[in-house]
Nanobody, 115 residues
Framework: QVQLMESGGGLVQAGGSLRLSCAAS????????MGWYRQAPGKQRGLVAV???????NYADSVKGRFTISRDSAKNAVFLQMNSLKPEDTAVYYC?????????WGQGTQVTVSS
């Protein structure tokens, strides 16, 4: 059974940094695409950043220049370095990895940015 486990969330002041990590376990294959989504209270879950096995990336406009996604394909792991955090970045962050037959999600990690 494939599981995605996130870590690295927490409370940080505006302007600070956090690094999120996500590792997939139980998979017999490497994910072509891995990414991060977030959901703030009262809002829909939305894309933060994705990365392919070839290293191509895509970011939400709101995080461009502040967040960096990276991955370790051999370990089926993905990371999100978040710098210059703003209060509007406060949300639950979810790791995502589309598989051949199922779209996998982590349990989410809370990121809170205080002003």
């Amino acid at each position: 059974q494939v599981q995605l486990m996130e870590s690295g969330g927490g409370l940080v002041q505006a302007g600070g940094s956090l690094r999120l990590s996500c590792a997939a376990s139980g998979s017999r294959f490497n994910f072509n695409v891995m990414g991060w989504y977030r959901q703030a209270p009262g809002k829909q879950r939305g894309l933060v950043a994705v990365i392919t096995s070839g290293g191509a990336t895509n970011y939400a406009d709101s995080v461009k220049g502040r967040f960096t996604i990276s991955r370790d394909s051999a370990k089926n792991a993905v990371f999100l370095q978040m710098n210059s955090l703003k209060p509007e970045d406060t949300a639950v962050y979810y790791c995502n990895a589309p598989g051949p037959m199922y779209n996998y999600w982590g349990q989410g990690t809370q990121v809170t940015v205080s002003s």
